[in-house]
């Protein structure tokens, strides 16, 4: 008797996973608990375990394939002391299935010749479901996310007898029906040919770069961005993380700008609450949020992300730089996981390494703002002195740009955040103090 294993809910929100390795191959006896492929989701890679100890006798999905939770990924022998297990395993999964595959030779008609407009979006495993029950998937109504029809609606639509299968459902999905979530609401305009004008290369959009994708397109729809922008001067900050950068060094951390910009952000959000919340526009309330996450920008190979820095309110600045060193590390390494990247209540993102000198950040939705740290310059400072007299220091100054949420905080909010940011960065002994 063959078990069906399939992909498992992988946390909060998350409705389906890049394949992106294979660990085993059909044959292979594995126990439970074993790791036997890794996917992708919501920018994490998460190994996914044996639910059996028995032999693999059937792979449902192919590196680079986009899986639903609940699609069958792979298929595991039946036979000896798993016995019980797999009658565990068959209770769970819907009750409509076993009678599908049961009656399939008698009540599965051949695929319907149905002319369609274009694509339906669905996972790899729901076409290959709908071809053996015989279903169209131009008639399916979707229940999945951006109109993606489901394998459990295969299933469903397989139960309706013949005369009902009308494809009358697709003539009432909307005209964005087939378009990927990170495209904006409306009629999507038809892309030109662009091989009438030389050679092109189609990369498909995947992992981090689709999960980014939708992130943006969902963060820009949904939030209007206003942006708020200011410089301080960081000249003592300089000399003092330059004289202590060697020591934490030696404890295995590393002193940045945005170690420091982490502690300045949590004593502006402890004086200015409306930036350290989401908006609820269902039930029109703010949350403001009682602890201070932030979330941090990682270039990485694949993308960049945003692990997140728990409780740095209740960090010194030694800690922050040593686990924010740490944590940045398996983030490039592709070792963090879903809990290292959800939670965060801020978000800042540092380019100034690469260069540049200012530039304006999406906010993180569900969060309500961001900073961006541009690179750091010297430059001529005008100021009046204590005499009176104008006069020009070169001092080195850090452009800072940050966006923010119209619908709970207002731009004299900006500014009066922004104002904290700038004392605290401005004089490390006022940042210690506000530790």
């Not at 502006?268 to 609450?273: D, G, I, N, Q, S």
């Not at 963090?336 to 965060?344: I, K, R, S, V």
């Amino acid at each position: 008797m063959a078990r069906s294993f399939r992909l498992p809910d992988l946390g909060e929100g998350i409705h389906e996973a890049e394949i992106i390795e294979i660990l085993v191959s059909v044959g292979d006896a594995v126990e439970e608990g074993d790791s036997i492929l890794v996917a992708e989701t919501d920018k994490a890679a998460v190994e996914i375990p044996s639910p059996f100890t028995a032999e693999i006798t059937g792979i449902e999905v192919e590196v680079g394939q986009i899986v639903n939770t609940g699609d069958v990924i792979m298929v595991f022998s039946g036979e000896g002391e798993e016995e019980t297990q797999a009658e565990e395993v068959e209770k769970e999964a819907p009750p409509e299935k076993a009678e599908v595959e049961e009656k399939e030779p008698e009540k599965a008609p051949p695929p319907a010749a149905v002319e369609r407009e274009g694509p339906v979006p669905a996972s790899p495993a729901t076409r290959r479901l709908a071809r053996e029950l015989g279903v169209d998937l131009g008639g399916v109504p979707p229940t999945g996310d951006a109109g993606r029809v489901t394998s459990q609606d295969v299933r469903a639509f397989a139960e309706r007898p013949e005369g009902e299968r009308e494809p009358a459902a697709r003539e009432e999905r909307p005209p964005t029906e087939g378009v990927p979530d990170f495209i904006p609401a409306g009629r999507v305009p038809t892309l030109p040919d662009f091989k009438r004008w030389g050679d092109v290369e189609r990369i498909p959009l995947r992992s981090v770069r689709r999960a980014t994708a939708r992130q943006m397109a969902l963060a820009w729809s949904q939030v209007p961005h206003v942006n708020h922008q200011d410089e301080v001067d960081i000249t003592e900050l300089e000399r003092f993380r330059k004289k202590h950068k060697a020591e934490i060094e030696e404890m295995g951390g590393k002193l940045t700008p945005t170690v420091f910009a982490m502690k300045a952000v949590v004593a502006a959000l402890k004086k200015h609450p409306r930036f350290n919340a989401s908006i609820d526009p269902e039930s029109e309330e703010i949350i403001l949020k009682k602890y201070y996450h932030i979330g941090v920008a990682v270039d990485t190979d694949r993308g960049l992300l945003v692990p997140v820095i728990r409780d740095v309110d209740q960090k010194n600045i030694t800690q922050l730089s040593m686990e924010l060193y740490e944590l940045a590390q398996r983030t490039r390494d592709g070792e963090a996981t879903l809990e290292d990247l959800q939670g965060g209540t801020f978000s800042i993102t540092n380019i100034g390494v690469l260069g540049g000198t200012a530039f304006f950040p999406i906010i993180n939705f569900p969060e309500v703002a961001i900073l961006g740290m541009a690179r750091a310059k010297w430059k001529p400072v005008v100021h009046q002195n204590e005499a009176g007299e104008f006069v020009t220091e070169t001092r080195f100054v850090l452009p800072l740009m940050m966006a923010f949420d119209h619908r709970v905080v207002d731009g004299a909010d900006a500014a009066r955040f922004m104002n904290v940011v700038k004392e605290a960065l401005q004089n490390p002994a006022n940042l210690l103090l506000m530790m």
